[in-house]
């Protein structure tokens, strides 16, 4: 399942390795490049028609003949983002829009209907469409839990209750899992951009954690984390997700912030992060090891820690079925982890649209065990979910238990029925080597050279 060994993380070793400094700028080369910003535009509204081409038979499927959302301009409903056009950005004025069944007397009408207005002309002419039409079920995003099914401003509610009347609040109903279905599924022609976003953050990763860019007691976690942010806009990628860099020790969990800290020789690094692109996200943790002075590769106990975590991933994927809840996977996980002896923590997510999408969760930091409401929910097939968790790992030489927290995106696999990583994972710490030649600063200037 390794893929470090590509063509493209060869070259650029071989460029870390053997040849001078001033071949830096060369390595942006090796990035997998994105389609230009209008074939994006035009792949995700290829995408988006046939998730929009799905709302009828979701309907059906919950029992309802239509789905109004009504939103003004920066305050839109959270289903906004996922089914507005690339060219699109906040809605304009009031934006309502009504998604129907295609049935009986709708059938033929576009679908969504939408009004764009601010004059209050859409009341009557919705209420023209209701009574012509006369759902008998309307779901709003009136949800108290799930974001993406309550995205229904309060504002809006009340407008909508005094413009339509009792009559039609009445049949109005609140369908928590048909705004998570519609967001949380992914199509298959989106995996091969979902992969090409892997191999950018890889190998970001692989050049952010080198010795061109650490200098042991110069470099900070934050100059790091700065790094990340300058390099993503080389690479024509953005973040949902400010990239979190830690030195592991025993406290530094969970490492919301990163922690502040000048990198030395023998210590142990993190990077939380993920990037944003075509509308979709990722979210990875890898790790680093900064070499002391003579040694070769890592200490040992820091190579079995990852070990113990890449396992706990094995027994995740090997466990995770669609049809099961979050609780029943973590609980299964947690079971299993008994069984070999293993000490750690799972809280992995459903991830796409959102850096964390819609759908069910396996764990959260603060609630090991059994999530509430959010665990509760049923895991659904052709989603993608971001496998997150840290095993706990004794390392003698520091006499310290540090978690060892690693995160990779999987995706649905339809032949075996089963989730996959799309890259791969983490199986082997990046080494951050001694700096051979120039001094921090000139590494800096080149740095430059290269934007
Ligand atoms: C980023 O976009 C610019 C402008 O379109 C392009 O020249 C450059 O090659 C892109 N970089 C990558 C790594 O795709
Ligand atoms: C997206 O664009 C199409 C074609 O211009 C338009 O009919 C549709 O209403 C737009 N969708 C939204 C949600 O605004
Ligand atoms: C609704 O039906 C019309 C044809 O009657 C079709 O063009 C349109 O794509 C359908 N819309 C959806 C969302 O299925
Ligand atoms: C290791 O740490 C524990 C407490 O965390 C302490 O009691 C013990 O003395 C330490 N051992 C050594 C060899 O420093």
């Known amino acids: 399942m390794l893929n470090l060994y590509n063509w493209s993380w060869l070259l650029l070793s071989c460029n870390l390795l053997?040849?001078?400094?001033?071949?830096?700028?060369?390595?942006?080369?090796?990035?997998?490049?994105?389609?230009?910003?209008?074939?994006?535009?035009r792949i995700r509204d290829?995408?988006?028609?046939?998730?929009?081409?799905?709302?009828?038979?979701?309907l059906k499927k919950y029992g309802v003949d239509a789905w109004l959302m009504s939103q003004r301009e920066h305050a839109e409903d959270t289903i906004w983002w996922s089914i507005?056009?690339?060219?699109?950005y906040d809605a304009h004025r009031r934006?309502?829009?009504?998604?129907?069944?295609?049935?009986?007397?709708l059938e033929g009408k576009p679908n969504p209907i939408k009004w764009v207005d601010n004059t209050g002309q859409v009341w009557p002419e919705l209420l023209q469409v209701l009574e012509d039409f006369d759902p008998r079920r309307i779901a709003i995003n009136v949800d108290q839990?799930?974001?993406?099914?309550?995205?229904?401003?309060?504002?809006e509610h009340n407008v909508i209750a005094k413009e339509l009347g009792q009559q039609w609040i009445q049949r109005m109903v609140n369908v928590p899992l048909l705004g998570n279905e519609y967001v949380t599924t992914k199509l298959d022609t989106q995996l091969k951009y979902y992969r090409d976003m892997q191999d950018i953050v890889w190998l970001m990763m692989e050049e952010g954690f080198s010795h061109r860019n650490i200098l042991p007691g110069v470099t900070t976690t934050e100059d790091l984390s700065w790094w990340f942010r300058e390099k993503m806009l080389i690479l024509n990628v953005t973040t949902w997700n400010h990239p979190r860099i830690s030195v592991l020790t025993e406290e530094s969990f969970p490492g919301w912030t990163g922690t502040e800290d000048v990198i030395q020789e023998g210590d142990l690094l993190h990077i939380d992060w993920g990037i944003t692109a075509m509308g979709m996200n990722t979210d990875t943790q890898h790790m680093a090891y900064v070499l002391r002075a003579g040694e070769t590769d890592a200490p040992v106990s820091l190579i079995q820690g990852l070990k113990k975590a890449n396992r706990m991933q094995d027994i995740h994927l090997e466990t995770m079925r669609a049809g099961m809840t979050g609780n029943e996977v973590l609980?299964?996980?947690?079971?299993?982890m008994k069984i070999e002896g293993i000490e750690g923590q799972i809280y992995s997510h459903p991830i796409g649209d959102w850096g964390h999408d819609a759908g069910a969760v396996i764990g959260f930091t603060n609630l090991p065990e059994h999530v509430p409401v959010l665990g509760e929910l049923i895991i659904l097939p052709d989603t993608y979910y971001s496998i997150e968790l840290y095993a706990y790992h004794f390392v003698p030489e520091r006499n310290e238990t540090i978690r060892f927290r690693i995160e990779e995106n999987a995706y649905w696999d339809k032949d075996t029925e089963r989730w996959k990583f799309v890259k791969g994972r983490?199986?082997?710490?990046?080494?951050?080597?001694?700096?051979?030649?120039?001094?921090?600063?000139?590494?800096?200037?080149?740095?430059?050279v290269s934007l």
Not at 29 to 41: D, I, M, N, V
Not at 51 to 57: A, F, G
Not at 426 to 448: C, G, M, N, W
């Open 18 to 41: 053997l040849l001078p400094t001033s071949t830096w700028a060369e390595t942006d080369t090796l990035y997998k490049s994105l389609p230009s910003l209008r074939e994006q535009a």
């Open 46 to 58: 290829t995408w988006l028609k046939e998730r929009l081409s799905r709302i009828p038979s979701l």
């Open 426 to 448: 983490q199986e082997k710490l990046y080494l951050i080597h001694k700096p051979r030649e120039t001094p921090v600063l000139e590494v800096q200037s080149e740095f430059a």
């Open 95 to 105: 934006t309502v829009l009504l998604f129907h069944t295609n049935e009986s007397t």
């Open 145 to 155: 839990n799930i974001a993406f099914s309550g995205g229904l401003h309060v504002g």
């Open 331 to 336: 609980e299964k996980c947690l079971a299993q």
């Open 84 to 88: 507005k056009n690339a060219t699109d």
